[in-house]
T-cell receptor
């Protein structure tokens, strides 16, 4: 299994632009998580899905952030419009059944200038 | 991955010695705990887990101890190797949810 696949690995964009981060979870996993990692705040859970349905989005910073999971093999995290303070590494993770470990992708390093 | 925090505690250990990394968790309703290792430029990688009905669990060269009374976790690494150098995170799963809440992390440096 290739593990959780995220794209792109690096993204540099100008303030005000729309950014879309993509994730392919491990086949068969029914949970998908989006995390953000920064120096100041560490690893923060943004949102998680179960069977493609958003369960808890309380960690999404504001309305500029949105996440979708149209099917079991694909999810997106969109930021519109992007701001410099959104610069971070965004991780997608997937898991099976809850109460078990989550497997992380390699992350997308986002820089908003 | 960006895993360095301005206030990230650092543990320096001589190669071959044992390492002990500590973590205090926040929610008494948490019933499942995981230790993750994060190397530079990579995502967190699962090391070992433990459920709240256990006090200790052993893996290969690693042991996790859980003290529910004081809400404390520790990760013990035996015979620490240079490849163990990384940032280590504990994560708690709050019972009834599937939210994994991560601690701030500890940087382990293995000295040759």
């Amino acid at each position: 299994d290739a593990g959780v696949i995220q794209s792109p690995r690096h993204e540099v964009t100008e303030m005000g632009q729309e950014v879309t981060l993509r994730c392919k979870p491990i086949s068969g996993h029914d949970y998908l998580f989006w995390y953000r990692q920064t120096m100041m705040r560490g690893l923060e859970l943004l949102i998680y899905f179960n069977n493609n349905v958003p369960i808890d989005d309380s960690g999404m910073p504001e309305d500029r952030f949105s996440a979708k999971m149209p099917n079991a093999s694909f999810s997106t995290l969109k930021i519109q419009p992007s701001e410099p303070r959104d610069s971070a590494v965004y991780f997608c993770a997937s898991g099976y059944g809850g109460g078990t470990e989550a497997f992380f992708g390699q992350g997308t390093r986002l820089t908003v200038v | 991955g960006e895993s360095v925090g301005l206030h990230l505690p650092t543990l320096s250990v001589q190669e071959g010695d044992n390492s002990i990394i500590n973590c205090a968790y926040s929610n008494s309703a948490s019933d499942y705990f995981i230790w993750y290792k994060q190397e530079s430029g990579k995502g967190p990688q699962f090391i070992i887990d433990i459920r709240s009905n256990m006090d200790k669990r052993q893996g290969q060269r690693v042991t996790v101890l859980l003290n529910k009374t004081v809400k404390h976790l520790s990760l013990q690494i035996a015979a620490t190797q240079p490849g163990d150098s990384a940032v280590y995170f504990c994560a708690e799963n709050i019972s009834g949810t599937y939210k994994y809440i991560f601690g701030t992390g500890t940087r382990l440096k293995v000295l040759a």
